[in-house]
C-alpha cells in the first residue's frame, strides 16, 4: 500500500477524465461563454448605477458596496443570482444528460463495467467531475468580481461580504447540482440522449413558468373571498401559497440567495405589524441570514440527495449491455 | 489434473416468463480455447454477463477465477478480459488515450504504462495507428483495439462475444490465429462465443453448442459428433473396381458386425454408417473377400453437420438461425 499516494486509483482516473472530457467540449465552452457574458452584462449595469445604490441612505445595506455590486440593476436586465436562477439549470442540465446513456449507446459502458471498478464509481464520478467544473467556474467569477471592486472602487470588503459572497457561491454550486443529478438520473432512465435532455428541459420549463400559474389556479379554486377572512386566514392561505411554491428548486434557490444578497431581509414571508413593531431596519448578521435561508439550503441539498440516491438504485443493479 | 477455471452450475436468467438461459452447467479448463456456439438470442450474451456480473442470475452460481461473479464481480473483473460485441471507445480520444485509460483503470503502475500498451498495440498490429482517433477505426480495428483493451491488464482468462462478427475474411483469420497464438503462449484460457461455426471450428479445443438457454452437447468436435450423431457418427464410403451385384452376399455378414447400423449400395460404391471408426476393418474384409478397393473415403462430421443436426427439429420454429448462418 506504499504506492497509495502516488496511484489516483480506479476514481481518480475517472474523474481525470470526465473532467478532461468536459473541458474539451464545445457544449462546455458555450455555457461558460453564456454565463461569463450574462455576468460581465450584470456587472457592467451594475457598476453604472453603483453610485446611487450606495448613496441611497433609505436602504438599510446601502454600505455593503460588493453585494450591491452583485444585486445592483437599474431594471434593463435582472440582477446576476436572478439571470442564475434559470441558468443555473441548464448548466446542470447540459453537464448531465448524457452522462450514462451516451456511454451506453456508444458502447463504451460496457467496456468500462468490465473492468474492476465499482460501479457507483461511474455515476460518482460524472457528478464530482462536473461539479468540480461548475464550481471552479464560481469561485473564478466571484473572485474576479471582488477583485474588479477592488481595483474599480478602493473600498475596502467587510468580513461579512466575504462570507455572503461565498454562500451565495456554495449555494448556487447545490442548486446546479440539483439539476445536475436530476439530469443524470434521467440519463440512466432514458436511452436517448435527446430524450432526457428534453425531459430535464422539460421539468425546468415547468418550474420557472408553469408551477406558480398552476399553483395559483388550484388556490384560488378553493380560496374564500379574502373580504370574509381573518388576518390568521389569510395569512395562513399566503402560507400555504407560499409553501407549494417552495416545492420548486427554483423558488428554493430565489429566497436563499436573495435573503443571503440582502442583508436587510429578514423574513421570507408576511411579517405582521406586530413582529414589525420596534424592529430597527438594519442589516441582519450573516449568521441571522444563514438562519433564515437554512430550510431552504437543506430543502436544495436533500432533492440533490435524493436524486443522486435514485441514480443509485436504477443503476446499480441494472443489467449493463450494448 | 484439470482444474476447471470457470464453473457455472445450474445458471439460470429468467425475463419475465422468457428463460434466457436455463439451468446451465459448463466447465471450462485453464488454458483451453472454448467457443459457445449457439444462434442468435440464443443467451451466450446473457450467460457472459452473468459470468461477469454485469447482470444477476435469476438462480445457479457462476464461480470464475475462484471468485463468485454475483457477488465478488471486481475480483472476477480484475482477472478476466471482457471484449463485448459491439465494443466501443471514446470517439475524441486516440486509441492509445482510449487504451491507456484502460490500463489506468486496472492500476496498471503508471510508469508501466507506457511500455504495456506499445507491447499490446504490436502485438495486436496497431501501433502504427497508435494515434489516430479511434472514430476513424474501421470495425476490423476496433476489433484488435479491443483486444488490446483486454490484454493490457494481463488477464488469465479472455471473454470473446463475438469477435468475429463484421469483419472481413481475412481480418477473421488474422483475428483468430492471432487468439490461438496468444492462447498457447500464454496460457491464456479464451472463451470466445460464435455463431459462426467454421471460427469456431478453427479455433477452439471445445465447443458448446448452446440452443434456447440450454447447452446441448460441449467437447471436442469428434466427442460431439459422437454424443450427437450416437450410433450413425462415422460413415466409410468403398469405392471398389467391379460393380456389387444386388443384393450383395457379404451384407448380412457385416451387418452381423455390431457397430455397422447401415449398408448403402450404389454400383460400385459402398457407404458403411457406424457408431466407431471401422474403416480399417471394412477395408481388410474387402480385400480378403477378393474386391479391389480404389478408393476409401471417410466422412467425418463437421460442425457444420453438428448445427444442421440441431436445427433439424428447431429450424422450423426459429428463423434467427437462417439469418445466423450466412
Known sequence: ?322 | MKDPIIQLKGLTKQYGAVKAVDGLNLDINKGEIFGLLGPNGAGKTTTILMMLGLTDPTSGTAFVCGHNATSNPISVKKKVGYMPDNVGFYDNMTALENLVYIGRLNGVPENELKKRSAEVLEIVGLAADQHKKTSAFSRGMKQRLGLADVLIKNPEVIILDEPTLGIDPTGVRDFLALIKQLSRQQGLTVLLSSHHLHHVQQVCDRVGIFVKGQLLAQGDIGALSGQLFGADSHVTSIRVAQPVSQPWQQEPELQAWEAITQIRIHENELEFTSSRDVTAALVRFLVGKGYDVIGVNQKNYGLDDIYQKYFESNSTKNTSYEKSIS
Open chain 1, 1 to 322: 500500500m506504499k504506492s497509495q499516494s502516488l496511484d489516483p486509483g480506479p476514481f481518480g482516473v475517472m474523474i481525470h477524465k470526465e473532467i478532461a472530457d468536459h473541458i474539451r467540449s464545445w457544449r462546455f465552452s458555450i455555457l461558460i461563454a453564456l454565463i461569463v457574458l450574462t455576468f460581465i452584462a450584470a456587472m457592467y449595469v451594475s457598476l453604472a448605477n453603483i453610485k446611487s445604490a450606495i448613496g441611497n441612505t433609505k436602504d438599510p445595506d446601502h454600505l455593503f458596496l460588493y453585494l450591491k455590486l452583485l444585486t445592483t440593476t437599474d431594471n434593463s436586465i435582472p440582477p446576476f443570482h436572478v439571470f442564475l436562477s434559470f441558468l443555473a439549470p441548464l448548466l446542470g442540465i447540459s453537464l448531465g444528460f448524457d452522462a450514462v446513456n451516451s456511454e451506453q449507446n456508444s458502447g463504451t459502458l460496457t467496456r468500462l463495467m468490465a473492468q474492476p471498478i465499482y460501479r457507483d464509481n461511474l455515476l460518482l464520478a460524472k457528478f464530482v467531475s462536473a461539479l468540480v467544473i461548475v464550481s471552479g467556474l464560481f469561485v473564478a467569477l466571484a473572485l474576479l468580481m471582488i477583485g474588479g471592486g477592488l481595483v474599480l472602487t478602493g473600498v475596502r470588503m467587510e468580513p461579512q461580504e466575504l462570507l455572503r459572497i461565498l454562500g451565495f457561491i456554495v449555494i448556487t454550486i447545490v442548486y446546479v447540482a440539483f439539476w445536475l443529478s436530476l439530469s443524470i438520473v434521467l440519463s440512466i432512465l432514458f436511452k436517448q440522449a435527446a430524450t432526457s435532455a428534453l425531459t430535464a428541459i422539460g421539468i425546468w420549463l415547468f418550474f420557472t413558468i408553469f408551477y406558480q400559474i398552476v399553483i395559483n389556479l388550484i388556490v384560488k379554486s378553493f380560496l374564500p373571498d379574502p373580504a370574509y377572512l381573518s388576518q390568521a386566514e389569510i395569512i395562513s392561505y399566503n402560507d400555504l401559497i407560499l409553501n407549494l411554491q417552495r416545492i420548486a428548486p427554483n423558488q428554493l434557490y430565489s429566497d436563499a440567495v436573495t435573503t443571503l444578497l440582502m442583508p436587510s431581509v429578514r423574513s421570507l414571508g408576511p411579517v405582521t405589524m406586530e413582529q414589525m413593531a420596534g424592529a430597527i431596519p438594519a442589516p441582519l448578521p450573516f449568521k441571522e441570514s444563514v438562519m433564515i435561508v437554512w430550510p431552504q439550503v437543506s430543502g436544495l441539498m436533500a432533492s440533490t440527495a435524493g436524486c443522486f440516491a435514485f441514480a443509485y438504485y436504477f443503476f446499480m443493479r441494472r443489467e449493463i449491455r450494448s
